[in-house]
């Protein structure tokens, strides 16, 4: 197949492309803060912590091939470790972030000793008791002293009424965030700078996520998942040590998964498992879905997949009001009394599963190649990048690298 | 062939997607007729007077001498707290609107909260000024709430009221008050919304779980002036949580022994057999019963079931007024025969009440307005808002008239007759002294005819001891 233009790997053209990407992401994250309203910044919050849950679960599932249908727990695991310490022990909200992450990373690790052993659909239902259990576990009496049982935390024992930081308009509460005396977001009592502050812990939470699964699958170790994932018993023959790789990804997934569910603790002030949808099974499948949709095993997939869902079920929201829903399809809608948001991206499923079973990012791939197609280095070849060749493509199909 | 139906499906996504993204927003708002100000005249007018029985249904508000009043010097924008409301009081609120069980369960509250604005805005209680509510979803879930409540507030919202859920209402509570923005009656019992010294702007409407939990106690032990043997079943969550604590508390001082603990998860839809099965093997002389929206089903239809099973065993059987709907009860059959309720609202679905006027009037203006099928459970809405209309008519008849200050100060001096509550109720709040709206309830009991239908039955007198 032809494409317009075609460009060397780490050509100028190519790091132009690169670097106008980057610089549309990175402005978009600003922009948000700087000029939303406190409702939008709050529906970006909810993008980002999704994004991350579903990134984390993108190292075990996209690029590993290992079916998790319980990561719910592990984010709920993030989200108890920061109520208990904050509002039981009252403890800094930022400390509880590292140790969410060994907790749940430990936790992840244990649970895949025994996935190590099994697979595909019996892996599935493994992960997917965990997910049911985790809530039941949370509210089990015995464990109420730890918890809260099923009222969850802050409660009559708590220290603080809160399970983030102490913001408020008494004296002793927080009212600013100052970094060596620079005041980023003024006064937090404010609902747009209270909007932006937990927006950046999102933001960088989702940043480190990203950072961390890039540089695990560009590595040695990326390259043994992937191996993992496309034929377990070859990747072995290679001399991958399967038990030790899975345990370490699984490990790492879990934690990365425990940091989003830190945000949205601190975020709302009080954990529940009635609370925090996220942390119950139904989180596990709301990150299933926007990774698959976004696109498994692609970096950008679950970004994507996120940003996505939250956009529609946001837009929808509304739509429990007939006279909300756009004339055009009204009648698909109208005998639905409650907003059909979830339904639609059901749909969404399986049609793109339909024709892009890799997902968005997969329907991107295949359809940007038409226009800008990057020519890999030739292999073996060492040094600097060659200089940019953008020349009119003459590419044909026999050429395509393959998908 | 691949090609075309990849073509169509992508099309048909695309269209879905489109769609989902395009606006088209409307809010409820209705201009007030003409005679508005006669209303507003009339309605704060009557302050004076008591409402002795339903027959006479004109909700009453009665003004009381601004004792407590909100520091407003604390707020954010204390200038925004004392500026004049003009032209339209936006309202905002969120509830379970989609994500399962709760919807189902919630969705009336939203109709019935509508249609008492709009009526408000057709009787023109408030005069020029207009009513403006937007309803958000949350799907029950607090991580939503937040993001809810901010685009409110970003699109000018004045005041929350009737946002559902503990955990929901947790969720907003420290913005809301930081910025001075009236939180009013939030649909949750939690003793959290007594909390006036921390939290002055956020006020509750249901009778809080404790009140709730000692009025049965106490009636229990004058069913069983010897001791009782009671069983609990809950369900396990904030609301089922703070109720059992509550009933513990009190046991010793009416004389009551707990022989058993039973709970359900509160997204757990299957019948309670083996909690019920384990509560029957205790024969307890009554059992306590905290269950959640359709569990109340259940949970009647297994003790009906373990009664059949042990025939000598006959407890009485206390459930909470969550479940006391007509809808339930209804649903529940003959297995909701003999159980103990309570309440402190008129059963807009009993024939007996056909005839009051408050009933009447509340059953056309359904009617009218399309939503006569949920008129039985949409009551609460309904009240939510005559509540949040009346503390803002009385917050336009102060000197400061209408303002965010003005309108706390008088939810917390407050006192009103709700146009569906039983002849006696009252709903009032005085600052510090009296933080909870109300607590005042008349325990039930349900019979049910050889046809099905049902009926409650006071048990006694309005129970008002627990008022401040």
């Known amino acids: ?403 | 062939m691949k090609r075309t139906r990849g073509l169509a499906a992508v099309i048909a996504a695309g269209a879905l997607l489109v769609a989902a993204c395009s606006d088209d927003k409307t809010t409820d708002s209705t201009t007030a007729p003409s005679t508005a100000d006669t209303a507003v005249e009339t309605t704060v007018a009557t302050g004076e007077t008591t409402v002795e029985t339903v027959a006479d249904t004109t909700p009453v508000t009665e003004p009381v001498a601004a004792g407590w009043v909100v520091d407003t010097d604390i707020c954010v924008d204390a200038d925004a707290a004392n500026a004049p409301i003009e032209g339209t009081v936006k309202i905002g609120s969120v509830m379970p609107l989609s994500g399962g069980a709760a919807a189902a369960a919630f969705a009336p509250v939203k109709d019935g909260y509508e249609a008492y604005i709009k009526y408000a805005n057709d009787q023109g209680l408030l005069g020029d000024v207009k009513l403006e509510v937007t309803i958000e979803d949350d799907q029950y879930n607090a991580e939503l709430t937040p993001g809810a409540v901010a685009k409110q507030i970003d699109a000018g919202v004045n005041i929350f009221s009737g946002i559902i859920g503990s955990p929901n209402n947790l969720a907003v509570r420290d913005t809301l008050n930081d910025n001075c923005i009236p939180q009013l009656a939030a649909l949750t019992g939690s003793p959290a919304w007594g909390d006036v010294a921390d939290y002055p702007w956020t006020t509750g409407q249901l009778v809080p779980y404790s009140v709730e939990s000692a009025v049965y106690a106490a009636q229990i032990a004058e069913l069983y002036p010897d001791g009782a043997k009671v069983a609990l079943f809950h369900v396990n969550n904030e609301f089922g949580q703070y109720y059992v604590d509550s009933f513990k508390d009190l046991a010793d001082e009416y004389g009551i022994e707990i022989v058993g603990e039973e709970t359900v998860e509160a997204t757990d839809s299957n019948p309670p057999t083996a909690q019920i099965t384990n509560i029957a093997a205790l024969k307890p002389d009554v059992i306590m019963a905290v269950p959640l929206g359709a569990q109340c089903i259940s949970f009647l239809n297994e003790v009906a079931n373990a009664k059949a099973a042990n025939p000598d065993w006959t407890p009485a059987t206390f459930l909470t007024n969550t479940c006391a709907s007509s809808l339930i009860l209804g649903a529940s059959g003959q297995a909701a025969n003999g159980l103990y309720t309570s309440s402190n609202l008129i059963d807009v679905v009993d024939p007996a009440n056909a005839a009051l006027p408050s009933v009447a009037e509340y059953l056309a203006y359904m009617d009218s307005v399309g939503k006569a099928s949920v008129a039985a459970t949409a009551t609460a809405g309904w009240t939510t808002a005559e509540i949040t209309v009346a503390v803002l008519i009385q917050a336009q008849a102060s000197p400061e008239g209408l303002t965010r200050a003005s309108i706390i100060n008088a939810a917390r001096n407050f006192t009103f007759t709700p146009s569906l509550g039983l002849p006696g109720v009252e709903f009032k709040m005085n600052g510090e002294d009296d933080p909870f709206l109300a607590e005042s309830l008349v325990v039930r009991q349900y019979a049910v005819a050889a046809d099905g239908s049902g009926t409650f039955t006071d048990i006694g007198k309005l129970i008002t001891d627990f008022e401040s």
Request: glycine share 12%; charged share 10%.
């Open chain 1, 1 to 403: 197949m032809k494409s317009l233009v075609s460009i060397r790997e780490g050509g100028l053209a190519n790091w132009a492309l690169r670097l106008g990407a980057a610089a549309f992401v990175i402005g978009l994250v600003f922009w948000v803060p700087t000029s939303a309203g406190a409702g939008l910044i709050s529906t970006a919050i909810e993008a980002l912590t999704l994004m991350s849950a579903a990134m984390a679960l993108n190292l075990i599932l996209g690029y590993t091939g290992q079916i998790s249908i319980g990561h719910s727990a592990f984010l709920g695991i993030g989200a108890y470790t920061t109520g208990i310490m904050v509002s039981r022990w009252g403890l800094s909200p930022w400390i509880t972030f590292p140790a969410a992450f060994v907790i749940a990373f430990v936790v992840g690790v244990i649970v895949s000793f025994p996935a190590s052993r099994i697979k595909g659909v019996y892996l599935a239902l493994v992960t997917l008791a965990l997910g049911l259990v985790f809530p039941q576990l949370l509210t089990w009496k015995k464990l109420s002293w730890l918890t809260g049982g099923g009222a969850g935390l802050p409660n009559d024992d708590s220290q603080l009424q809160t399970t983030g930081f102490n913001i408020g308009r008494k004296s002793g509460q927080m009212q600013h965030f100052e970094i060596f005396g620079w005041d980023p977001f003024g006064d937090l009592r404010r609902p747009d700078n209270k909007a932006a502050f937990w927006y950046w812990i999102a933001a960088v939470v989702a940043v480190i996520v990203y950072l961390v699964c890039r540089g695990v699958v560009k590595s040695r170790v990326g390259r043994s998942m992937v191996a993992i994932r496309d034929n377990e018993t070859a990747a072995a023959v290679m001399g991958v040590n399967l038990v030790k790789t899975k345990a370490m990804v699984f490990g790492l997934s879990a934690g990365l998964c425990a940091l989003p569910g830190c945000v949205i603790a601190i975020k709302i002030g009080s954990v529940s498992p009635e609370g925090i949808a996220s942390l119950t099974v139904k989180g596990a499948i709301t990150f299933l879905i926007v990774m698959v949709i976004g696109g498994a095993g692609s970096l950008w997939g679950p970004v994507i997949g996120a940003a996505l869902y939250v956009f529609v079920t946001e837009k929808t929201g509304e739509w429990a009001n007939d006279d909300a829903i756009p004339a055009l399809i009204r009648p698909l809608f109208a005998w639905a009394k409650v907003p059909p948001g979830d339904g639609i991206f059901a749909i969404l499923l399986i049609l793109l599963m339909f024709v892009a079973p890799r997902g968005i990012v997969g329907v991107w791939n295949q359809y940007s190649s038409r226009i800008v197609r990057v020519l890999p280095r030739p292999a073996g070849a060492v040094g600097p990048a060659p200089m940019a060749v953008a020349v009119m493509s003459t590419v044909t199909d026999s050429e395509r690298e393959p998908e």
